[in-house]
């Protein structure tokens, strides 16, 4: 190692593998008011204990602008991370009257089995005060779109924020909460907050998003992120 005392000494590129502090075991980068950037295509990756960011890193993301069948994460679910969040923003199946579902799988294979129990609860503008809808049953897949399938006019969309737990952990089953939006296939607005249980104890490291009648996703934008805790 090389260790120097270097004062005002002004380079425009710094080329080293390793910097460390030259004594104790803090170390500054910038003065206060200094913007220091990671370029576009640039990995900076995390191995001990992140203080002071925001809890959300983003690790992926897809948009759909044209007709798909499903949308798929494969490699984004790791150890990193013990929760992790999921926000689908404008998402709008091809055909009126159907839905937008999801799988948690392994790899590339997603459980089709009536494997996920929920208890949802939703509303729209044609419930009467005081009331809502709710589900409490076990189907072979998460739907957003529960007690009224979505409508495919293009000014509608479905916009859901899906935090997941437990999704490495063999030993748990997985649990997913939602909380989110939509219009029904009537155009009716309408609202939903639940959470699923993935009843199944292995490890998942997958998810899908599909078209519960077998059609297509027409639009929308699915982010994954990667919560600090």
């Known amino acids: 190692s090389i260790r120097e005392y270097i004062c005002n000494f002004i380079m425009s590129t710094l080329e080293t593998n390793l910097i460390q502090p030259a004594t104790g075991t803090s170390l500054t980068l910038g003065a206060s008011g200094d913007t220091i950037t990671i370029p576009s295509g640039a990995t900076l990756t995390n191995s001990g204990t992140a203080t002071g960011f925001g809890s959300l890193v983003k690790l992926a993301a ?6 798909v069948a499903n949308v798929d994460f494969t490699s984004q679910f790791t150890s990193t991370y013990d929760v992790y969040k999921i926000i689908i923003q404008g998402v709008r199946p091809d055909t009126d009257n159907n839905a937008i579902g999801m799988r948690l799988g392994t790899g590339s294979s997603f459980d089709t089995a009536s494997n996920y129990e929920r208890v949802l ?3 729209g ?7 809502v809808d709710s589900r409490a049953s076990t189907i072979d897949g998460a739907s957003f779109n529960v007690m009224s399938s979505q409508s495919s006019a293009a000014e ?8 997941f737990y437990n999704m490495r ?3 748990k089953n997985t649990y997913f909460t939602l909380l989110g939006a939509f ?4 155009d009716e607005f ?6 699923y249980n993935y009843n199944q104890t292995n490890t998942r490291d997958s998810v899908r998003f599909y078209n519960t009648s077998g059609n297509n996703l027409a639009t929308g934008t699915f982010t994954v992120y990667g919560v600090i805790t």
């Open 169 to 171: 952990d063999s030993a």
């Open 183 to 186: 219009e029904g296939a009537d």
């Open 121 to 123: 609860i939703a509303s």
């Open 156 to 163: 509608t969309s479905t916009n859901v924020e899906i935090t």
């Open 125 to 131: 503008l044609s419930n009467a005060n005081d009331t």
């Open 190 to 195: 309408r609202m939903l907050v639940g959470a």
């Open 62 to 67: 897809t948009t759909v602008s044209s007709n």
